[in-house]
């Protein structure tokens, strides 16, 4: 049983590209390693920017500095 954890930051992703997600993680585990889809699971974990940090630096304030 296939277990895929997809982790995003919290920025306004739409239930419509979850289910996208969900779905390609799925379908690519079906292409490439023939895996049964009724039995893969995916999660999608979303994670507060101050949580996230890139090179020393959170991504809120990353963000800000765009």
């Not at 969900?22 to 023939?34: E, M, S």
Request: with cysteine; net charge negative.
């Amino acid at each position: 049983m296939p277990y895929v954890n997809i982790k995003i930051t919290n920025e306004d992703v739409t239930k419509e590209q979850k289910l996208a997600l969900i779905k390609g993680a799925t379908q690519l585990l079906v292409d490439v390693l023939g895996k049964n889809p009724a039995t893969t699971v995916v999660v999608i974990d979303e994670v507060e920017t101050d949580n996230w940090g890139i090179g020393g630096e959170c991504v809120t304030q990353l963000r800000k500095q765009k």
